[in-house]
């Protein structure tokens, strides 16, 4: 009996050692999300003219296209930007998001994206220009090839823009914290001007 004791007590203390670590987790990645919640830059990192291009060609660059134009900055949208795109711009804005339909209507594939986006991302730092990273696509276009583009583009940025549900596994989050990239995490679409303006203003 007295054995029994022992091992239940025993039992007990790891149970709490478990939970206390749990919990103490959970603040803190509570805390972490909150801390990068609609963080908003006092100062401009990036300037215009700006060239908006994709990876993975999904037709979220359209939106952020869009949102640069309300906010009335100077860009050039180009889906499938390389190198020789670069003479006329300031800084890139990559949108991030692997779509088959999107390629199929752009007349490349995920090998040829891939090649490009490796190509396109060198040039730019040869350039010494920033990369803006934006991921709009939400849990839903979260895949192996969207999650390649992701840590590709985002280990090269200078700064990182997600909706919350894009970073629902804090797969965007490591990538911030592991290379110290400031990252931004939104609620919805609407919310990115703010963040997205103060990069330039």
Same mark, same amino acid.
């Given at each position: 009996m007295k054995k029994k004791a022992i091992i239940k007590n025993i039992f007990l203390v790891i149970l709490g050692a478990v939970m206390t670590f749990s919990i103490i987790?959970?603040?803190k990645l509570l805390? #972490?999300? /909150? !801390?990068?919640?609609? @963080?908003?830059?006092?100062?401009? &990192?990036?300037? /215009?003219? &700006?060239? &908006? +291009?994709?990876?993975?060609?999904?037709?979220? +660059? #359209? @939106?952020?296209k869009n949102i640069a134009n309300e906010l009335m900055l100077h860009n050039y949208f180009m889906p499938?930007? /390389?190198?020789?795109?670069?003479?006329?711009? !300031?800084?890139?804005?990559?949108?991030?998001?692997?779509s088959t339909i999107g390629e199929m209507l752009n007349d490349s594939s995920y090998k040829d /994206?891939? @090649?490009?986006i490796e190509k396109f991302i060198e040039s730019v730092q040869a350039a010494d220009m920033p &990369?803006?990273?934006?991921? @709009?696509g939400g849990k839903a276009r979260r895949n192996s090839k969207t999650d390649y583009f992701l840590k590709r583009v985002g280990e090269a940025s200078s700064f990182i823009i997600s909706t919350h549900d894009g970073d629902y596994d804090e797969f965007i989050s490591s990538i911030s914290s592991e290379k110290g990239i400031p990252?931004?995490?939104?609620?919805?679409?609407?919310e990115i001007k703010a963040p997205f303006a103060s990069l330039y203003r």
């Open positions: 987790n959970w603040f805390s #972490y999300k /909150e !801390h990068k919640t609609n @963080i908003y830059l006092t100062q401009s &990192i990036a300037s /215009e003219k &700006i060239l &908006i +291009t994709s990876a993975g060609q999904s037709t979220d +660059t #359209y @939106i952020i499938k930007a /390389e190198r020789v795109d670069l003479e006329l711009v !300031h800084s890139i804005v990559i949108v991030v998001g692997y /994206e891939v @090649i490009r &990369i803006i990273m934006v991921y @709009i990252l931004s995490l939104v609620g919805d679409i609407q």
